[in-house]
């Protein structure tokens, strides 16, 4: 079964979410929906000090279902968060606890992570300069390299087939549902678990997003303080979080019965070539990568109906990514929704493409767009996008486009379709 150009049609079977508003899918879609807020003061650590006292941290999170006592202590929080939504991603697929034979062979893993093991590195580099280097753990250097998520992956769950990390700051995850995408339309692959994770709420990470002045200092209001597309908004919020797709060539997903959610389209990638931090004017160079996505879907940019926006509550990226949509969409913006999650979570970088494209499927599956928090006062480059001011909104949708953006000017689009069989 071919797509309009040629590959293998890709599709969703399962999903795993693990986020500040608590583990599982279902906890998440239905806490995102009603508008609830995952940010909080920081718990991680003592706060006081730092500009930004906030973060998006994961209620409760227990990796004992997945790894032992011995073998949490080995692997860096971010790959236990992976691998915790990895193991509701297989289940809700109905696949086996541990592939074998052929299924094994034909499963790979793609897991992005913008910062890998920070919390592991952050404590080993302060032992050699308290202790020495003859202090050190023999598994700091696994525990903090970035591959380790998806090398875990491999082994905890018995995938044999491609098996790497993308490393390409808040775009990492949506680079690895769209590389991943391509290894099964190549046919390299019949399944594919494909996500992120990210752990970066450690006083460093922090402080030096902070010092960057890139964080909210509205730590008197937590749940107020991430205000994508609003004018008041003042910086982004860090958090924590963990989310994978199950994607399956559309031949193997029926042929085993499986539960299909969405159809995976098309998958642009590109540089804006411009500037570390600031995006390209006009956000041309996320405009090239949703023209490319939607070209190899087939699809015209009026067929969109919602948009998984990226909006992190920063002034420059907010605004100039809804000129870039509005660019995409032209006359037809009245009819495109626009979401941002980040408004309910805050920002989990490596992890934020995954997380959002899980949100959206839920979006498309159910017919309601979740709301974007704390958008009193919208952003004059809107124009006639709805914005999905503070509740959510019922609606028919059939295609979406979720964007991803890091800093080095990448970027990652995907579009997704609801599956009609």
């Not at 592939?99 to 499963?107: S, W």
């Not at 995938?159 to 590389?179: F, K």
């Not at 046919?187 to 002045?213: K, L, N, Q, T, W």
């Not at 100039?320 to 309910?344: H, Q």
């Amino acid at each position: 079964m071919t797509d309009r150009a040629g590959g293998r049609r890709v599709v969703v079977t399962g999903l795993g979410a693990v986020t500040p508003l608590g583990s599982g899918v279902a906890l998440f879609w239905e806490r995102l929906v009603s508008g609830a807020s995952g940010v909080r003061r920081i718990s991680h650590f003592d706060p006081a000090g730092l500009a930004s006292q906030i973060a998006g941290e994961v209620p409760d999170f227990d990796p004992s279902g997945v790894l032992d006592r011995k073998e949490m202590r080995r692997n860096d929080r971010s790959t236990q968060l992976a691998l915790v939504a990895t193991r509701e991603a297989l289940d809700d697929a109905a696949l086996p606890g541990r592939l074998e034979g052929r299924l094994a062979a034909q499963t790979g893993v793609l897991m992005g992570s913008g910062l890998g093991g920070s919390g592991t590195l952050i404590d080993q580099i302060t032992i050699v300069a308290t202790s020495g280097a003859g202090r050190l753990s023999p598994f700091f250097i696994p525990m903090a390299i970035a591959n380790m998520p998806a090398g875990m992956a491999g082994i905890v769950f018995g995938a044999l087939g491609p098996n790497y990390s993308t490393t390409s700051a808040c775009a990492s995850s949506g680079h690895a549902i769209g590389e991943a995408f391509e290894i099964i339309r190549r046919s390299d692959a019949d399944v594919m678990v494909a996500g992120g994770c990210e752990a970066p709420v450690h006083a460093a990470i922090v402080g030096g997003f902070a010092a960057m002045r890139a964080l909210s200092t509205r730590n008197d209001d937590p749940p107020a303080a991430s205000r994508p597309f609003d004018a008041g908004r003042d910086g982004f919020v860090v958090a924590e979080g963990a989310a994978v797709l199950i994607l399956e060539e559309l031949g193997h997903a029926q042929r085993r019965g499986a539960r299909v959610y969405a159809e995976v389209c098309g998958y642009g990638a590109s540089a804006d070539g411009y500037h570390i931090t600031t995006p390209s004017p006009g956000g041309a160079g996320a405009l090239r990568a949703a023209r490319r996505a939607l070209q190899k879907a087939g699809l015209k940019a009026q067929r969109i109906d919602l948009v998984s926006a990226h909006a992190t509550s920063t002034a420059e990226g907010d605004p100039t990514e809804l000129m870039a949509i509005n660019s995409l969409v032209g006359d037809a913006a009245g009819g495109v929704s626009v979401t941002a999650t980040k408004s309910s979570i805050g920002h989990t970088l490596g992890a934020a493409g995954a997380v959002a494209a899980v949100a959206t499927i839920k979006s498309l599956e159910a017919g309601m767009v979740p709301p974007t928090l704390n958008l009193l006062d919208p952003d004059e480059q809107a124009g006639d996008l709805d914005l999905t001011p503070l509740q959510a909104r019922r609606r028919d949708l059939q295609v979406a486009l979720v964007n991803s953006f890091g800093f080095g000017g990448q970027n990652a689009a995907l579009i997704l379709r609801r599956w009609d069989d």
